[in-house]
């Protein structure tokens, strides 16, 4: 009995000794100390036993079963601090490595010329307000002073979502919805899509955006429009920047004009961005015409006013020398992301 209890003992201790991966320490603590093991199957013999000779016996089944338990827990933590030793090495990050490099993003062209131009106007005192892009016919069209047979109404121009209701071919019904609802003084720009049926070429793309403003107070004339537009100008595209007025029409304005600007690229020598002119014609103006005031509900006999309305494109493509609109709609990251 103490032979084999011997046996066993020096037998698990080396087996323990050799046990590489704690999974095989359960094997062997069920193998010997387990319900079926070799140690509990010699305690359960010993009723066979001489009755003097089991305290003896059970004594040293108890002394092996303690040393053999012991062991058992000992070589676990060895092994457990071995594996995980392993794990951390295998995971170990390089911390002097450089990181992923992440892109911060940037804002499109376009939409950094939109707000240098909100900058400009909110810095002389206008109000942002917005419109609709689907539009009724009588904001777009009616109120403004063209009529129903009126050439920019024609059906190649205007994208129509029924009779009466229109996607917006300009922001200029943002101005009939301002004087509809407000009362003088009033001082807002309006930026915002407009749709147009046109082919997309160099300079057209059937959506577009555009910026509009309007001023109605007492005693407005074309010399605040013209103030107006060379200190935006100049505000916008630096100094010696400046306007030009030439006669022009439209409905809603009388007079009108059409605005040039000093060509930004040769500083009005003449270049070939401006066709040898030293002029790049940007937007509309005018007086707002007391018809569409009168229709408007505001008394033109008290007040008028002036309106504009300018390509945010345009802008764009002005301030960074541009070529082509398509590289502001083509989303050519490349591109998009050299403008901060
Ligand atoms: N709405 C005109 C267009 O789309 C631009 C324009 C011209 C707006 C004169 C105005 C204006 O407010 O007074 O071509």
């Known amino acids: 009995m103490e032979n084999k209890l011997r046996e066993i003992r020096e037998r698990v201790l080396s087996e323990l000794e050799e046990a590489r991966e704690s999974s095989r320490l359960e094997q062997i603590r069920v193998g010997v100390l387990g319900k079926k093991g070799e140690l509990t199957g010699l305690l ?38 071995i594996e995980k030793d392993a794990r951390l090495r295998a995971e170990a990050v390089d911390v002097t490595l450089p990181g992923p490099e992440r892109s911060a993003g940037s804002l499109h062209p376009m939409n950094i010329a939109l707000n240098r131009m909100i900058d400009v106007f909110v810095g002389m005192g206008y109000e942002v307000v917005e419109g609709y892009e689907v539009e009724y016919d009588h904001y777009n069209f009616e109120l403004l002073n063209i009529p129903k047979n009126h050439p920019a109404r ?27 609802t407000r009362k003088p003084p009033i001082r807002v720009i309006s930026p915002g899509r407009v749709y147009r049926a046109d082919e997309a070429d160099a300079t057209h793309s059937p959506v577009f955006h555009q910026m509009e403003g309007l001023v109605i107070d007492e005693h407005i004339t074309m010399g605040d429009l013209k103030g107006t537009l060379d200190e935006f100008a100049r505000q916008m595209f630096g100094e010696g920047i400046s306007t030009r007025f030439r006669p022009s029409f439209f409905p809603f304005t009388e007079p009108s004009a059409e605005v040039d600007l000093t060509c930004a690229n040769c500083k009005g020598q003449g270049c070939r961005m401006c066709k040898g002119t030293g002029w790049i014609e940007v937007l509309g103006a005018g007086m707002v015409n007391p018809k569409v005031l009168e229709m408007c509900g505001i008394d033109s006999k008290k007040y008028s006013g002036f309106a504009f309305g300018m390509g945010v494109e345009r802008m764009a493509l002005l301030k960074y020398n ?18 901060r």
């Open 322 to 339: 541009i070529p082509n609109l398509r590289y502001l709609y083509d989303n050519d990251l490349r591109f998009l992301t050299q403008y």
């Open 44 to 81: 359960r013999g010993m009723g066979k036993l001489p009755a003097e000779e089991r305290p003896k016996v059970g004594q040293m089944v108890n002394e092996v079963r303690q040393v053999l338990e012991d062991a058992l827990e000992q070589r676990q933590q060895e092994l457990r601090a």
């Open 154 to 180: 024609d059906a190649q121009d205007t994208f129509y979502v029924d009779d009466n209701i229109v996607l917006r071919t300009h922001t200029s019904p943002v101005q009939a919805r301002i004087m509809t």
